[in-house]
């Protein structure tokens, strides 16, 4: 069975700073896909980004970017140029990928990001 | 191009009824997984399921919980004489076929249900 853990319960930074969300997780599998989700006080759970194993490459998306070290099980997601709506709790999710089917998402308990103005 | 939908957003059920959570996937996507998210934490996995066919439930209540995606229509999540502790978000998500490498988890607004 796959853990994830995030360490940060909460986390505040001014609106404009850089912040870091740590995330780290356990698995035998060697193939599999990692994301960060947010979700803002609506609830609704939005996909931030996405990484792929088998890519020594992080991925990024405009502010957002992912420091992946393999083997160090280890998956940050860095937020530039904060801002407030960027206030919103954030999991780090992992799901194996066997070849053969895909699977559920197994996801750590989350980080409260609070932007402040 | 509409996202996952899901309906109710929310429900009330007194213990002892019946609570139907219905999840309509995006377009183009056939698989279709259901969550758990009790208040403060994480989302938790319950089942994992195609049209007709469930792949993997490992997550779901053994009792009381139940799941079907028929040829036609949404998909559904049964919860049989709701208990308290039923009370949470409950998420669906939806992908395409896991071959075509775009097994990314797209998700609805998600239903709250709340047992009196």
């Known amino acids: 069975a796959q853990t994830v853990t995030q360490s940060q319960p909460e986390m505040s930074v001014q609106e404009a700073e850089t912040v870091t969300l740590s995330c780290t997780y356990d698995?035998?599998?060697?193939?599999?896909?990692l994301f960060w989700y947010k979700q803002p006080p609506s609830r609704q759970m939005i996909l931030v980004i996405r990484?792929?194993?088998?890519?020594?490459q992080n991925a990024t998306e405009n502010r957002f970017s992912v420091n992946f070290q393999k083997a160090a099980k280890s998956f940050s997601l860095k937020i530039s140029d904060s801002q407030l709506g960027d206030t919103a709790m954030y999991f780090c999710?992992?799901?194996?990928?066997?070849?053969?089917?895909?699977?559920?998402?197994?996801f750590g308990k989350g980080t409260h990001l609070i932007i402040q103005p | 191009n509409a996202g996952v939908m899901q309906n109710p957003r929310h429900l009330v059920r007194r213990r002892g009824q019946e609570a139907r959570l219905r999840c309509s996937p995006m377009?183009?996507?056939?698989?279709v997984y259901w969550y758990r998210q009790l208040p403060e934490e994480g989302l938790k996995f319950m089942v994992y399921?195609?049209?007709?066919?469930?792949?993997?439930e490992s997550g779901m209540p053994k009792e009381r919980f139940s799941a079907e995606f028929p040829k036609e229509g949404p998909s559904i999540l049964r919860i049989q004489q709701v208990v308290r502790g039923d009370s949470a978000a409950y998420f669906c998500?939806?992908?395409?076929?896991?071959?075509?490498?775009?097994?990314?988890?797209?998700f609805g607004p998600g239903t709250r249900l709340l047992v009196l």
């Open positions: 998500a939806s992908s395409r076929p896991p071959l075509e490498n775009q097994e990314t988890q797209y």
């Open positions: 698995t035998s599998e060697s193939n599999y896909y």
């Open positions: 990484q792929e194993a088998y890519k020594q």
């Open positions: 999710a992992f799901m194996k990928h066997d070849g053969g089917g895909a699977d559920g998402l197994t």
């Open positions: 377009k183009g996507h056939s698989h």
């Open positions: 399921l195609q049209k007709e066919n469930i792949i993997d």
